[in-house]
Antibody, heavy 113, light 109 residues
Framework: QVQLQESGPGLAKPSETLSLTCTVS?????????WTWIRQPAGKALEWIGL???????NYNPSLRSRVTISLDTSKNQFSLKLSSVTAADTAVYYC??????WGQGTLVTVSS | QTVVTQEPSLTVSPGGTVTLTCASN?????????PNWFQQKPGQAPRALIY???NKHSWTPARFSGSLLGGKAALTLSGAQPEDEADYYC?????????FGGGTKLTVL
């Protein structure tokens, strides 16, 4: 079955760039229409970050658009998230998902000096 | 700014029926918003239940159903089980961007 696994540093310093990768197993990354990133601060609601179509085009949350880049690496069956100029407000569990049906387990990223 | 509103909390008795709703500040929710519903239990990743208003995933229990009701998206749980106690989130599409609702904490008591 399709599985997704987020990976990346669990700690980022303020003003730096947060980088996460989602590795897809059990299916080709080209087999779905799009792949998404979602985050959730502790005790708060889910927040949509953005998505990338397998064509390579992207859509981002307007409130994050100036700081977000999502990319695709079909050779590695992975897609990635970069969020620049992070602050404490970006501390959250970050999830990747296949469209919205299959989700990774999530990874906690803390922004702190 | 687009805001998607859900009931903050609801309570249902075991075996009972409850409807959770999802409203948009832009107007009535239609099928063109492709409503999705998710269940999240403490410490777990969200699990998809419903997509495109009323379509169930292969793993979605039959007691969950999605619909449009009075200008909102709705998730109805018929025959609540103790294991249905969780947070529920809706997700709506706004022509390129997606927005989650604030979530409903459902208690089965």
């Amino acid at each position: 079955q399709v599985q997704l696994q987020e990976s990346g540093p669990g700690l980022a310093k303020p003003s730096e760039t947060l980088s996460l990768t989602c590795t897809v197993s059990g299916a080709s990354i080209s087999s779905s229409n799009y792949w998404t990133w979602i985050r959730q601060p502790a005790g708060k609601a889910l927040e949509w970050i953005g998505l990338i179509y397998t064509s390579g085009s992207t859509n981002y949350n307007p409130s994050l658009r100036s700081r977000v880049t999502i990319s695709l690496d079909t050779s590695k069956n992975q897609f990635s998230l970069k969020l620049s100029s992070v602050t404490a407000a970006d501390t959250a569990v970050y999830y990747c998902a296949r469209e919205y049906s299959i989700w990774g387990q999530g990874t906690l990223v803390t922004v702190s000096s | 700014q687009t805001v998607v509103t859900q009931e903050p909390s609801l309570t249902v008795s075991p075996g009972g029926t409850v409807t959770l709703t999802c409203a948009s500040n832009t107007g009535a929710v239609t099928s063109g918003y492709y409503p999705n519903w998710f269940q999240q239990k403490p410490g777990q990743a969200p699990r998809a239940l419903i997509y495109s208003t009323d379509n169930k995933h292969s793993w979605t229990p039959a007691r969950f159903s999605g619909s449009l009701l009075g200008g909102k998206a709705a998730l109805t749980l018929s025959g609540a089980q103790p294991e249905d106690e969780a947070d529920y989130y809706c997700l709506l599409y706004y022509g390129g961007a997606w927005v989650f609702g604030g979530g409903t904490k459902l208690t089965v008591l």
